[in-house]
């Protein structure tokens, strides 16, 4: 198990982006290495963090230590979304029931390092 691994949830704040102001969200991911994770979103229109992060991929994370400054992502393979909504899947629980209600959705993923 990574340090990671520890925490079920992360802080993830981006720049909204018309306003410019921090937009923060408290969200699922999985680790992908020391200093990585990925993320994902599967209900209705992509969300709003993840269209901030598309306009300006610096964002933070917090995972309950403090601030860290990252870059963020879009995952835009078909494919490798499915791998994301997959890992979620076999992270939490809940996630195969979310992901099946939402089934009719165009998930979204994206990769953040730091």
Same mark, same amino acid.
């Given at each position: 198990?990574?340090?990671?691994?520890?925490?079920?949830?992360?802080?993830?704040?981006?720049?909204?982006?018309?306003?410019?102001? !921090?937009?923060?969200?408290?969200?699922?991911?999985?680790? &992908? /290495?020391?200093?990585?994770? +990925? %993320?994902?979103?599967?209900?209705?229109?992509?969300?709003?963090?993840?269209?901030?992060?598309?306009?300006?991929?610096?964002?933070?994370?917090?995972?309950?230590?403090? !601030?860290?400054?990252?870059?963020?992502?879009?995952?835009? &393979? /078909?494919?490798?979304?499915? +791998? %994301?909504?997959?890992?979620?899947?076999?992270?939490?629980?809940?996630?195969?029931?979310?992901?099946?209600?939402?089934?009719?959705?165009?998930?979204?993923?994206?990769?953040?390092?730091?």
């Amino acid at each position: 198990m990574s340090d990671l691994d520890r925490h079920k949830t992360v802080r993830l704040t981006t720049r909204g982006r018309k306003s410019g102001e !921090p937009r923060t969200v408290i969200i699922w991911f999985v680790a &992908d /290495g020391p200093r990585r994770v +990925r %993320v994902q979103h599967v209900a209705g229109t992509p969300a709003q963090w993840y269209r901030n992060l598309i306009a300006d991929p610096e964002v933070t994370l917090d995972f309950g230590d403090g !601030p860290i400054v990252a870059q963020a992502r879009p995952i835009t &393979d /078909g494919d490798e979304v499915q +791998r %994301v909504l997959a890992s979620i899947r076999r992270r939490y629980w809940t996630a195969p029931l979310i992901q099946w209600f939402a089934r009719k959705a165009k998930p979204v993923a994206a990769e953040i390092t730091w």
